[in-house]
């Protein structure tokens, strides 16, 4: 097939490139909801009663609603539940597979201790009452060391119940370290905060937008709610327009009414070059820019100092002749998008790479989130707004001891928050730097995990794996053998979520804040715990402080209290709306220094004052590598067929892969066909692909919707543990890829990295 890369920029030839390149996601999920049926470990279940049960799915945030028929106590099908208000009977393929996750291979049975060498897979079974007090017993001691604020607990989220009852645990026992792993959420949060000062997630109402425009969101790919999403896509073509800009031909660029291809990393620029030509042409919104945002135009102090606001910066440095120069997205498309974006009635702007596993640059989000406000739809209908956290549990404050308060007052681990990254909440990416630059023992003495692998999902795994060589007491809950889990000391295995009482928050992206209950839908199937179960009965072994600060006898009696005014009727629905933005006055909603949305954010004044470093600007992240030994660039892109975080592929997800993308055990990368042919390659050759993190072996894929010069690999291959139906296939992009530090932020800003191809 030969596809001329501009040629893909015409909507027509989008859609049909769109249609005949992307399977259709309704007869992929009906295939896989038949294929999860034909494993080994699947029995053919006994003929006997059926039953429905409903929960939530809680295998990433979207929270949808399923329904799983049983025959007699065996969990055989999982559906979608179509009066669930985000997903609305619809579920993606790693939904569908739940049950792969609940009787699969990969499950750790009972708790176990480490007997061999760490990672070489010798484990001894031990009880649960061994598990807790070998962990509790380790905590103590550092507690009577004075070294409570050496312990650091990463969590796979750090919304709802759950986490709120381990950073009590942890507040309780004396630490400031309970860390999550990144996600685009921590930039479009800051973003949001700096912005307009509200802390919550950032809802995109695109069910009600006419006009997307993505900059490398994977609408279709994995983000958010992704069932929500592919409903939105079932009907996208009634009434709304979407323009994916990136550098890949991805599924969302396939499914797209148009695509934009941009020299990766400059998408920040591209929403600077839109905003100059909204501003020069007076298509933005006037009313709202002139009523509800400060710093547009240029403004003084009361100390009499002048300061440039967000119109003359645009104006002087973003014309489209300069952003194309930039991007290489020409200057009438530029100008084209432009148009087309503001002339839209409910217009609204997306940024955020891929399935948002990474947070990304925060200037490129502002950037973003500039349009946004330029188009006036900052907390309306089709618009952007931030959704807070609910306040559902509402505890007394924890009594501290004197142990613990001097644990508190320590630094955090990952440097969040810190005079350096004052606006920084997690940033879990800098902990593997911070120990294995650390002279002498590891600050982290003991870290617990819990809903996430590091070992897999952080950027550097050498690094990462050197790190936790250095943390002497290494403890996961994971109910799979995952990587981390099997570097790990102690496995203390939580239940699956279809096992289990547990509370989905809003998923992130979503404007209507909806509380999901995900119920036990069948009895534990091995010798496992909950985790929220475990932090009780460790606080209780603890004793003294710590144990005061949690009354309830388990983690059930805890969600029940929390959710005390919602019980009912998450019991019977399995979901609950609580109070959202649409409930707050427009005039309450923006809690800046100002009262207004601020281009010119009063909370980001920094050291130097330049006020260029504070508008939201655009600054290329560097690229690690030397153009010269390494000429090509490697970009990661998600599917949705693949897990890419914390949670490993189930088998049958595997199978539905592309020959192109995995072929046996290998891997393949992407490579524009001339690119390759400049290099003498062609499709199919097995190569080396070196960058200045690490080597690995792949095979070409010679395809046009890559732009040339780029070199693109699947994220959520080349896992180390699990089972044999994902071990060793394919290659882990972290272990080619290290994280590149957001100045202003601390986030990890990488998109990318100088690669090269050699013969293999
Ligand atoms: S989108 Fe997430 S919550 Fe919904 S079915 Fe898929 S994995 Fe489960």
Known sequence: MKIDRRSFISLGVGVIVGSTLTPVPWKLTDDISIWTQNWPWTPVPKDGPDSYKTSVCTLCPGGCGIRVRK??????????????????????????????FLYGPSRVKAPMKRVGKRGEGKWQKITWEEAISAVTGKLKELRDEQKPHTVAWVAGDDRGTLPQLIYRFLTAYGSPNFIRPPTVQDAYELAAYLMQGQQGTVGFDIENADHVLSFGTGLFQGWSSPAR???????????????????????????????????????????????????????????????????????????????????????????????????????????????????????????GRGQGHLPGSLDECMAVHALNALAGNINQPGGVSVVAEPDYAKWPEVNIDKTASKGLQNARVDGAGSDQYPNARF??????????????????????????????????????????????????????????????????????????????????????PVIGLSKPVVRPQYDTRPVGNLVIQMAKAMGSFVEKAFAWKDYQAYLKDALKDHWDQLEKKGFAFIKGPQDIPFTDQFNTTTGKFEFYPSARNNANGKDKDILPNFTKVAIEGE???????????????????????????????????????????????????KMGFFEGDRVRLSTPRGQAEVKLHLYEGVEPGVVAMPRGFGHTAYSKYLTDKGVNFNKLIGPIEDPMSGLNAAWGIRANITKA
């Open 627 to 677: 153009s010269g030994q390494l000429p090509l660039i490697l970009v990661p892109y998600d599917s949705i067929r693949l897990a890419g975080g914390e949670i490993g592929n189930p088998p049958f997800m595997t199978k539905t892969i592309d020959e192109t993308v995995l072929l046996d055990q290998t891997v393949f990368v992407e490579i524009n066909p001339k690119t390759a042919r």
């Open 229 to 351: 999403m592919l409903s939105i896509y079932g009907k996208m073509h009634d009434n709304k327009k979407f323009v994916q800009i990136e550098p890949r031909l991805s599924d969302t660029a396939a499914k797209a009414h148009q695509w934009v291809p941009i020299t990766p990393g400059t998408e920040g620029a591209l929403a600077l070059g839109i905003a100059h030509v909204m501003i020069r042409e007076s298509l933005y919104n006037e009313a709202f820019v002139s009523k509800w945002a400060f710093g547009f135009e240029d403004w003084t102090d009361d100390s009499g100092k002048r300061h440039m606001g967000f119109k003359n910066l645009v104006l002087k440095d973003y014309a489209p002749e300069i952003v194309a120069e930039i991007t290489s997205v020409p200057k009438p498309m530029i100008e084209k998008l432009a148009r087309q974006f503001a002339r839209a009635k409910k217009p609204i702007a997306v940024s």
């Open 427 to 512: 940033l879990l990416h800098r902990l593997p730097e911070v120990i294995n630059s650390t002279k002498g023992d590891s600050p982290v003495q003991a870290l617990l995990v819990s809903d996430a692998n590091p070992l897999y999902t952080l950027p550097d795994t050498q690094a990462t794996k050197a790190a936790l060589d250095k943390i002497p007491f290494l403890v996961s809950f994971s109910s799979f053998m995952d990587e981390t889990a099997s570097y790990s000391d102690y496995i203390l295995p939580d239940h699956v979520f279809l096992e289990s009482y547990s509370d989905v928050p809003t998923p992130p992206g979503t404007v209507q």
């Open 71 to 100: 025959i007699v106590d065996r969990a055989v099908k999982i559906d979608g539940l179509p009066e669930h208000p985000v997903s609305q009977g619809k579920l993606c393929p790693l939904g569908h597979s739940g049950l792969q």
